[in-house]
């Protein structure tokens, strides 16, 4: 009875423990890492790439966002974004001021009335 539990034991053990493979089994290979180019400031964004730490001078990716906004894209070899404060700027002197039109005065009945 206890030599049949000890070969039970050993084969469940030997059964949990990883063999090596056999010589037609082949290992996956893992997909080969490209180099990034390209990276959005979006909220699915982990790690800052070392071109847009070298690009901006910022490190962290909440700097990054404050500076530049949120989704602001950028590529390798090219300029950064413009920044939030530069682009308000530009946007507020394409921006053509509306003509101001004077209103006549407002004549109210009543008031109009008691004189």
Known sequence: ???????RVKAQVASS???????????????PKKE??????DRRARRVPTFV?????????KKIVAKFGPDS?????????QSRAAAAEKASESRHPAPVKARPPIVRKAAAAGK
């Open 36 to 41: 990034l180019t390209k990276w959005v400031a």
């Open 17 to 31: 423990v990883r063999t090596k493979r056999g010589p037609g089994a082949r290992r996956r290979r893992s997909t």
């Open 53 to 61: 730490i070298e690009l901006t001078g910022l490190d962290t990716k």
């Open 1 to 7: 009875m206890e030599q049949a539990i000890a070969l």
């Open 73 to 81: 894209v950028f590529e390798k070899g090219k300029a950064a974004p």
